[in-house]
C-alpha cells in the first residue's frame, strides 16, 4: 500500500512540474537542458498521462524527450527516472 502511495505522488509530481521546477532538477543533477527544452518538456509531461514505474509507458516518454531534447540529454532524464523508481 505504502509503495502505491509512493508511486501516486511521483506521478502527481511529474504531470504538474513546471519549468522551473524541471530546470531545480535538472541543475540539482547535472542534466543540461535550456529554458526552452525544459518549457517544452514540463508542457508534454503535463499534457500526458505517465506511470514512469511502467517501463513501456516510461520508455514512450523518453523518446519524445529525446526529441525536444537530444538523445544525450534523454539518457539522463532516464537515469534521473530509473532512480526515483527504484
Known sequence: MQVKIFENIINYKLKT???DELLKYANQFNINLSKAQSETIARYLRG???NIFN???RA???KEIAKIAG???AREI???FV???K
Open 17 to 19: 512540474i513546471t519549468r
Open 48 to 50: 500526458t498521462t505517465l
Open 55 to 57: 517501463d513501456s509507458e
Open 60 to 62: 514512450q516518454v523518453i
Open 71 to 73: 538523445p544525450e540529454t
Open 78 to 80: 532516464n537515469k534521473l
Open 83 to 85: 532512480t526515483f523508481t
